[in-house]
């Protein structure tokens, strides 16, 4: 240990004996998954089979659950788990760490310590700002010392991602509010992006030649070109390999619908130019390190990576138009518009104008998508977007309010709100306007509201924006709903 170390290490014993700091107590016990692992799971950066580190793994559920999900995981913890292997890993988590550590150098070099153990990627994950209401203490150092004597650095969505950054030397991503990925490798975070923006690479499941050829129609009707082999399932790459080339790419022409195909190679054409956007705004690598699948639309699709990476610069430049990002939300297929901003339900999301789901992705990468939502609500000036999560939207013919997440990205600083507290919360009205007019429940939440107006329940819209204003419309106006019928009230 070194003159320099020493000295940092006695003065962090100082300060914790003169602030009495227990790190120990601020681990929780939990049954499952912790949010950030469950978001690595649902991200594919944790599968069965994976051996995953849990660098400061407290009590070590996450450690047991994803053991029970068949992945090889071990973890270390200076209390809890002192004789834990504490070993190189693809996988590493440092999973609510940072924000409970005192000493900003000890911070630095736990994070720095969790970098050099990760293979793959780390996955880093801290207490944020807007849980200030819940931490009580008081104001020492750079965070809080608590009641309990345990220490809180509360970090800002930004603040973490440029932190992470600072300390690793790479480009970081938000996977989620306070949850954050840094990768080994720039193709590893290239791919993690394209996975995120392009999601009809999935295959029909195919257990003989004739489905196997059938899934591979299918797949060009929807990407709008022929896959290499590489591409393929390996399953169904053998089933294909008995075929001679020429004999496989006339039975695609014979039976993919020239239609479709033409609308995949658009589509296709689309996601490749909002990716290589979402890369530029988080750093573009070379052409070689981009994911083979988007190397072959890029092939397939434009005359070269230059012209794809200069259509997607001149996109990304559209954001900051006022005009043309008003413009795509008048012209959008589907979404609420309102005088300051367009919302549309996570279901229809992918059917927004390009510039407007670059518009989303930027801000998901900046500071984190949440978890849980259902609306997202794009200001058309100011460059904000807000996750909304009204989680009865389905069976609720007005949905209430529970929690908004905003990032600005003029700032990159996000702000969180939660109503499932308050008596008189936010809810929805005219639910199919959200939606693409297709979506399967489009129709009955028109009926819905075609009978609302029709009852004079929306002639004084200033007054039902929230359940108590609703409720007393519907009283003064004689009208119940029953599920999502509207029926007159029993004198």
Partial sequence: MSFVDRVCEVVTQVVQARWK????????SRRGLSV???????DKQIRPGHAVLDYGCGRGEDVQSLRNMGCEAVGWDPFY???GRLEPSPVVLLTYVLNVIEDPAERSRTLQRAWELAGTVLIVSARLTWERAKVTGEEFGDGLLTRRNTFQHLYGA???RTYVEEVTGVRAVSASPGTIYAFKEDSARLSYLARRIITDDQWLSSDDTTSAIASLVDHVERRGRPPRLEEMPLPMAQQLGQLRPPDIHRLVRESADPAKVADGAKRSTLNTLLFLAVELFNGRGPFTSLPLTVQLDIRAFFSSYKEACQRADRLL?????DTYVRGAMNASAVG???PTALYVHRRAVERMPTVLRLYEHCASIAAGRPQAWT????CHRGRAVSWLDYPDFDSDPHPRLLTSYQVDLGTFEASHHSYGDRDNRPLLHRKHEFLHPDDPDAAKYRRLTESEVRAGLYARPHLIGTENGWENELARCGWVLRGHRLVRARQ
């Avoid at 950030?36 to 649902?42: C, D, E, G, I, L």
């Avoid at 430049?317 to 138009?321: G, S």
């Avoid at 609306?375 to 794009?378: F, R, T």
């Fill in 21 to 28: 700091s227990d790190r120990r107590l601020t681990a929780i």
């Fill in 36 to 42: 950030p692992a469950r978001q690595a799971v649902m």
């Fill in 81 to 83: 788990q002192p004789d």
């Fill in 158 to 160: 930004g603040e973490l």
């Fill in 317 to 321: 430049l559209k954001l900051r138009d």
């Fill in 336 to 338: 609420k518009l309102t």
């Fill in 375 to 378: 609306v997202a609500k794009l």
